[in-house]
């Protein structure tokens, strides 16, 4: 089993940042690829980005193309969500995902069986 704890959630103005961290524990190893979702009230969990623990390959949502970066610190067992020029619309909660189906980077929720809780994101305009 993998455990994910994420952390660096909080309230910020339009056009501000924040740096969002997931820490993995357990089995890290199993794990191919670590993810970033999102989930505003209402509507369905959403892809943000991912990256490959060995090649440090990454995919974005075209929403956050330019504005967010995934990175990884693998000494740390960490996974990193740097978010600059934040918009309303990126308000939600932010979950730390990974998943075992080695040489795939996915984009579906449904490919990740490995969660943390979630950390809140709320910008105001």
């Known amino acids: 089993q993998v455990q994910l704890v994420e952390s660096g959630g909080g309230s910020v103005q339009a056009g501000g940042s924040l740096r969002l961290s997931c820490a993995a524990s357990?089995?890290?190893?199993?794990?191919?690829?670590m993810a970033w979702f999102r989930q505003a009230p209402g509507n369905a969990r959403e892809f943000v980005a991912t990256?490959?623990?060995?090649?440090?390959?990454?995919t974005y949502a075209d929403s956050v193309k330019g504005r967010f970066t995934i990175s990884s610190d693998n000494a740390k067992n960490t996974v990193y969500l740097q978010m600059s020029g934040l918009k309303p619309e990126d308000t939600a909660v932010y979950y730390c995902a990974g998943h075992t189906s080695w040489g795939r980077l996915l984009t579906g929720a449904d490919g990740y069986p490995f969660w943390g809780q979630g950390t809140q994101v709320t910008v105001s305009s």
């Open positions: 357990g089995r890290i190893s199993s794990t191919y690829a």
């Open positions: 990256i490959t623990w060995r090649s440090q390959s990454t």
